[in-house]
């Protein structure tokens, strides 16, 4: 099994910036990618970011410009920088995470942007 643990959620006002992190741990081998998505209140889980083990990135295009995703192979974790927040981008944020074709979630951490 894999344990995925977020921390960094929170308020923020608009225009502020929060970093969320993740970290993994138990029965890893070949960790593949590892992301964020996120779900507003009524609505699907979507896609934030996601970085593979050799550092490729694929971002939404709502958070091109404005949020970072990174990795620390070594240490099994993964960040998300997050600056220019909006109020839209209040959610709750999932991270994720996959070894060959199985897919892991962190508990969410809430992320409430005010305007």
């Known amino acids: 099994q894999v344990q995925l643990v977020e921390s960094g959620g929170g308020l923020v006002q608009a225009g502020g910036s929060l970093r969320l992190s993740c970290a993994a741990s138990?029965?890893?081998?070949?960790?593949?990618?590892m992301g964020w998505y996120r779900q507003a209140p009524g609505k699907q889980r979507d896609l934030v970011a996601v970085?593979?083990?050799?550092?490729?990135?694929n971002y939404a295009d709502s958070v091109k410009g404005r949020f970072t995703i990174s990795r620390d192979n070594a240490k099994n974790t993964v960040s998300l920088q997050m600056n220019s927040l909006k109020p839209e981008d209040t959610a709750v944020y999932y991270c994720?995470?996959?070894?060959?074709?199985?897919?892991?979630w962190g508990q969410g951490t809430q992320v409430t942007v005010s305007s």
């Open positions: 138990g029965s890893i081998f070949r960790l593949n990618a």
């Open positions: 970085i593979t083990s050799g550092g490729s990135t």
């Open positions: 994720y995470a996959r070894i060959v074709t199985v897919s892991y």
